[in-house]
């Protein structure tokens, strides 16, 4: 029988983006599916040596800009860059209590106070579809 299990999901946000890294231990890239709403997200995806199923819904909370985020897919997961609707601090990512799949990017937060480091806040970079030779993958 096929096990269903919450992805881990680390989470660091700016008062105008929110960065999200779904962490797997195996992930059949193929297989990842991000569906985003303006106010939540639904995470698809099958580990590769586990075959185990991952499926999560995010319900956010607040919303965010459903046309406006970037994904980058590897073998370890998939991050999510996103534009909030508004500009503004979120006290939690989630719409609802302490999800304990849930944790903080250290790597990446800052507090609601920092300046704002242009190039350096998110150094993100998604691979372009139309460009081979930018898929690091």
Known sequence: MEKCRKPDINWAQRHTHLFLSYVLPSLEKETANIQVTSTSIHFTAIGDSSRDRFDFVLDLYD???????????????????????????????????????????????????????????????????????????
């Open 63 to 137: 919303e965010i800009d459903s046309d406006n985020y970037k994904m980058n897919v590897t073998a370890r997961g998939v991050s999510l860059f996103i534009m909030k609707k508004e500009e503004k601090w979120w006290p939690r990512l989630n719409k609802e209590g302490k999800l304990n799949n849930i944790k903080i990017d250290w790597d990446k937060w800052r507090e609601e106070d920092d300046p704002e480091i242009p190039g350096v806040d998110f150094p993100f970079e998604v691979p372009d579809p139309e460009d081979p030779e930018s898929d690091d993958n």
